[in-house]
């Protein structure tokens, strides 16, 4: 039998070989990956087990990170909608958000519309916390404002609710039935978690038209875009099925994964 | 052709024709779960590419440093006068990488872009699918570790052939001797080099790939928060996430050379059939364990 051992010349010449081909395998052969497709459906699956196992491992109130003053090195990066493009936002804007009004919806007992004073008066939470883009940078700023369990507990939940959504004032994309308005979601867990804030303060001040005047929602253990800005309504739901595209979110609705825990 | 060493390849050859044996050398738990990495490895390395260039900057520490500087590497594009061009910049060192890092080509068009359309799933900027496609991989990558190692101490795989021995460190000089004049001795045993690379990767690499992964998910921040601080702050795991990245494409490309070098055939039946040629022991040597 003719034993296969190579010259260093041949073992150069396929190496190349070798190294080219893989720069030629070219990834658009994946591109079927696409959008609602059933194999990237099904590979979805998995952030419900992602879901599932974190929940299982991690405390139901444990803490995100904290950390100090001295950690706040830059303002806080806004992304996203940074000056909503609104004529309703704009007239709220005009009046320092004086007519302004949190409304809370849905399956709860004691619907409520909050001003912003009536939220100032409420007890409050201040946290140092690190913010995680999707797209993978991190910026540490300090968040003031009321826990959203304390709004829950006032509005009375009921017993079949299983999600908090959040309905907001900034167009993100033009539809053909006119602005689509950012909305996003969590289920109660996240929405009673202590470090779940209505924020209205960063940094020491009020919270600027960039990072989501006059209210945003902090939800420490999950990504920025299950954090949405610009709030005006809450509204508890037991299903997703009348929110936009049904998946719980602008971003869930465009692909990305309701879970954003990771 | 007067050659000692073609002389002795030549007898080496005639020799194994005559007593190089058959052995079963790779278990079908070995097998499996090598060609589900190998797969799984493929798509995170480039989907993992798809989420890097969402954001082609890392960093150093807890944070990115928008209003201070603690960048690592940039792989990014800008305007100039002359047009647009592509940068790699690496701890301050900036390069011109237009057409492959930071700015390439879609058909006509540059696009700006961390990494081409050809190193990435999908080829066009989609961060949900890259995340997806990563996430469905990385829970495939970490199943099939565990079944191996389950497996590896079951089978006497792990202490067997892995475990580095003694004997293994006083050949290693001899073993790189070798493997750079691309002279192998091929037996059932994993050689010194091949021990250490494979559990480099088995036991260091790969770990530190999930650890750094872990590391970035921000419910695990709030699950086990010393994770993040023991490798440096989520941003610099972000970075270690990407250098072992690298250190695994280096270690596929030094596989794929060595395998070619020492008999494709051979070394692919025996990960695809466990079935292995071996050389006739090396006058001298007790045991027939310089592999490749």
Same mark, same amino acid.
């Given at each position: 039998?003719?034993?296969?051992?190579?010259?260093?010349?041949?073992?150069?010449?396929?190496?190349? *070989?070798?190294?080219?081909?893989?720069?030629?395998?070219?990834?658009?052969?994946?591109?079927?990956?696409?959008?609602?497709?059933?194999?990237?459906?099904?590979?979805?699956?998995?952030?419900?087990?992602?879901?599932?196992?974190?929940?299982?491992?991690?405390?139901?109130?444990?803490?995100?990170?904290?950390?100090?003053?001295?950690?706040?090195?830059?303002?806080?990066?806004?992304?996203?909608?940074?000056?909503?493009?609104?004529?309703?936002?704009?007239?709220?804007?005009?009046?320092?958000?004086?007519?302004?009004?949190?409304?809370?919806?849905?399956?709860?007992?004691?619907?409520?519309?909050?001003?912003?004073?009536?939220?100032?008066?409420?007890?409050?939470?201040?946290?140092?916390?690190?913010?995680?883009?999707?797209?993978?940078?991190?910026?540490?700023?300090?968040?003031?404002?009321?826990?959203?369990?304390?709004?829950?507990?006032?509005?009375?939940?009921?017993?079949?609710?299983?999600?908090?959504?959040?309905?907001?004032?900034?167009?993100?994309?033009?539809?053909?039935?006119?602005?689509?308005?950012?909305?996003?979601?969590?289920?109660?867990?996240?929405?009673?978690?202590?470090?779940?804030?209505?924020?209205?303060?960063?940094?020491?001040?009020?919270?600027?038209?960039?990072?989501?005047?006059?209210?945003?929602?902090?939800?420490?253990?999950?990504?920025?875009?299950?954090?949405?800005?610009?709030?005006?309504? *809450?509204?508890?739901?037991?299903?997703?099925?009348?929110?936009?595209?049904?998946?719980?979110?602008?971003?869930?609705?465009?692909?990305?994964?309701?879970?954003?825990?990771? | 052709?007067?050659?000692?060493?073609? +002389?002795?390849?030549? =007898?080496?050859?005639?020799?194994?024709?005559?007593?190089?044996?058959? $052995?079963?050398?790779?278990?079908? &738990?070995?097998?499996?779960?090598?060609?589900?990495?190998?797969?799984?490895?493929?798509?995170?390395?480039?989907?993992?590419?798809?989420?890097?260039?969402?954001?082609?900057?890392?960093?150093?520490?807890?944070?990115?440093?928008?209003?201070? =500087?603690?960048?690592?590497?940039?792989?990014?594009?800008?305007?100039?006068?002359?047009?647009? $061009?592509?940068?790699?910049?690496?701890?301050?060192?900036?390069?011109?990488?237009?057409?492959?890092?930071?700015?390439? &080509?879609?058909?006509?068009?540059? $696009?700006?872009?961390?990494?081409?359309? &050809?190193?990435?799933?999908?080829?066009?900027?989609?961060?949900?699918?890259?995340?997806?496609?990563?996430?469905?991989?990385? &829970?495939?990558?970490?199943?099939?570790?565990? $079944?191996?190692?389950?497996?590896?101490?079951?089978?006497?795989?792990?202490?067997?052939?892995?475990?580095?021995?003694?004997?293994?460190?006083? +050949?290693?000089?001899?073993?790189?001797?070798?493997?750079?004049?691309?002279?192998?001795?091929?037996?059932?045993?994993?050689?010194?080099?091949?021990?250490?690379?494979?559990?480099?990767?088995?036991?260091?690499?790969?770990?530190?790939?999930?650890?750094?992964?872990?590391?970035?998910?921000?419910?695990?921040?709030?699950?086990?928060?010393?994770?993040? =601080?023991?490798?440096?702050? +989520?941003?610099?795991?972000?970075?270690?996430?990407?250098?072992?990245?690298?250190?695994?494409?280096?270690?596929?490309?030094?596989?794929?050379?060595?395998?070619?070098?020492?008999?494709?055939?051979?070394?692919?039946?025996?990960?695809?059939?466990?079935?292995?040629?071996? =050389?006739?022991?090396?006058?001298?040597?007790?045991?027939?364990?310089?592999?490749?």
């Amino acid at each position: 039998m003719q034993k296969f051992q190579i010259s260093r010349r041949k073992f150069l010449t396929a190496a190349g *070989i070798g190294a080219s081909g893989l720069a030629l395998s070219g990834c658009d052969v994946f591109d079927g990956l696409a959008r609602d497709s059933a194999v990237r459906d099904f590979m979805e699956g998995t952030n419900g087990l992602t879901y599932r196992v974190q929940r299982l491992i991690t405390g139901r109130d444990a803490l995100a990170q904290e950390f100090t003053e001295a950690d706040i090195r830059q303002p806080q990066r806004p992304n996203g909608v940074t000056a909503p493009d609104d004529e309703f936002y704009k007239g709220l804007l005009r009046n320092d958000f004086a007519d302004w009004r949190l409304e809370v919806t849905g399956l709860v007992e004691k619907p409520l519309s909050l001003s912003r004073a009536q939220l100032l008066a409420m007890p409050s939470r201040t946290q140092i916390t690190r913010h995680d883009c999707v797209e993978g940078w991190s910026c540490i700023a300090k968040w003031t404002g009321v826990p959203l369990s304390l709004v829950l507990d006032e509005a009375k939940v009921k017993p079949q609710a299983r999600y908090a959504v959040f309905h907001c004032m900034d167009p993100i994309e033009q539809g053909l039935a006119g602005d689509i308005k950012y909305y996003g979601s969590v289920d109660l867990i996240d929405a009673r978690h202590p470090q779940t804030i209505l924020a209205y303060g960063l940094n020491g001040k009020p919270l600027p038209v960039e990072n989501g005047a006059p209210l945003r929602v902090r939800v420490e253990r999950q990504l920025g875009y299950k954090m949405p800005k610009y709030l005006h309504r *809450i509204e508890l739901v037991d299903t997703f099925s009348a929110i936009g595209g049904g998946k719980g979110g602008y971003w869930e609705d465009n692909g990305y994964d309701w879970y954003g825990g990771i | 052709m007067d050659n000692p060493h073609i +002389r002795e390849m030549a =007898d080496a050859a005639s020799a194994s024709a005559e007593a190089g044996t058959l $052995v079963y050398r790779q278990s079908a &738990w070995t097998r499996l779960t090598h060609w589900v990495w190998a797969i799984s490895l493929f798509f995170l390395l480039l989907s993992g590419l798809q989420i890097f260039n969402a954001h082609p900057t890392l960093y150093i520490g807890d944070q990115s440093g928008f209003g201070f =500087d603690n960048e690592i590497l940039a792989i990014r594009a800008e305007n100039t006068p002359e047009g647009p $061009v592509g940068y790699t910049r690496v701890f301050g060192q900036r390069f011109d990488t237009s057409g492959v890092l930071g700015l390439s &080509w879609v058909g006509d068009t540059p $696009v700006g872009r961390g990494f081409p359309a &050809w190193a990435t799933i999908p080829s066009y900027q989609d961060l949900a699918t890259g995340r997806v496609v990563h996430f469905f991989f990385a &829970w495939i990558l970490v199943v099939t570790l565990l $079944v191996w190692l389950a497996a590896s101490l079951a089978n006497g795989h792990l202490r067997r052939d892995l475990a580095p021995q003694l004997q293994d460190l006083r +050949r290693l000089p001899g073993d790189i001797a070798s493997h750079v004049r691309l002279r192998f001795h091929h037996a059932r045993e994993y050689n010194t080099p091949q021990k250490l690379a494979y559990g480099g990767v088995l036991f260091i690499l790969l770990p530190l790939m999930i650890l750094t992964g872990l590391a970035m998910s921000p419910t695990m921040n709030a699950a086990i928060p010393f994770l993040a =601080d023991a490798l440096g702050g +989520r941003q610099t795991a972000r970075t270690i996430h990407f250098a072992a990245m690298l250190l695994l494409v280096g270690f596929f490309i030094i596989h794929m050379l060595m395998i070619l070098a020492a008999g494709p055939i051979n070394e692919l039946r025996s990960i695809v059939t466990g079935w292995y040629r071996t =050389d006739p022991p090396i006058d001298g040597e007790t045991n027939s364990g310089r592999s490749a």
